[in-house]
């Protein structure tokens, strides 16, 4: 099976937060997270390599995330707002390094702030 | 201003023309350059990737890279109606984790 993320959507009001689940592909250790907006497009928020933060994109701290041991990760937003509608976008290769590895992307979960 | 820049089109094609796409970056530290594909509603996915200059070819695509000129192409032959997509230019330094994408360019195939 591929990577796989929950839930597909989401509605949340301004200054909740929210968590978002993703599952990457059996065996693979480096789950990364992406969002996606029509005006700033693909957006690289950070990547999680056995259950350590390895790299971390230019979001603020509101945004945060964790990976477990079975290298399950989690994203957490947090006092959202309107401008963090997007769709969240996870992605899992085996080592994270280009060298003859492949990324794989999750279908995504859409959120949608009101 | 993005690191890498590419024509968000739409891009429109009859059935069986070539698309050419075309992709440059700013950051010279980039080492590997990827083509995604993404349908409406969908995940990207790897199409093509490469790390040195010159053409590379898997079926029906041909991507070139040039390093001189920190330029990227992909070529689609005898297009079809399943290539109707947004297409996205990454380049990374060293880590499938610091992907930087491009806007996308969305190609339309008509019939």
């Known amino acids: 099976t591929g990577v796989t993320q929950s839930p597909t959507h989401l509605i949340k009001t301004r200054g909740q937060q929210v968590t978002l689940s993703c599952s990457p592909i059996s065996g693979h250790r480096s789950v990364s997270w992406y969002q996606q907006t029509p005006g700033q497009g693909l957006q690289f928020l950070f990547e999680?390599?056995?259950?350590?933060?390895?790299n971390k994109g230019n979001f603020p701290g509101r945004f945060s995330g964790r990976q477990f041991s079975n290298s399950r990760s989690e994203m957490n937003v947090s006092t959202l707002e309107l401008g963090d509608s997007a769709l969240y976008l996870c992605?899992?290769?085996?080592?994270?390094?280009?060298?003859?590895?492949?990324?794989?992307f999750g279908p995504g979960t859409r959120l949608t702030v009101l | 201003q993005k690191e890498v820049e590419q024509d968000p089109g739409p891009l429109s094609v009859p059935e069986g023309a070539i698309v050419s796409l075309n992709c440059t970056y700013s950051?010279?530290?980039?080492?590997?350059f990827m083509w995604y594909r993404q349908y409406s509603r969908k995940g990207p996915e790897l199409l093509m990737y490469?790390?040195?200059?010159g053409n590379k070819e898997d079926g029906r695509f041909t991507a070139q890279l040039n390093r001189a000129s920190q330029y990227i192409s992909l070529l689609i032959r005898d297009s079809k109606l399943s290539d109707s997509a947004t297409y996205l230019c990454v380049s990374t330094t060293d880590s499938w984790g610091k992907l930087q994408f491009g806007a996308g360019t969305q190609v339309v195939v008509t019939p």
């Open positions: 992605a899992s290769t085996a080592s994270g390094s280009p060298k003859g590895d492949e990324q794989f």
């Open positions: 950051n010279s530290a980039f080492q590997y």
């Open positions: 999680y390599f056995s259950e350590t933060q390895r």
């Open positions: 490469t790390y040195s200059s």
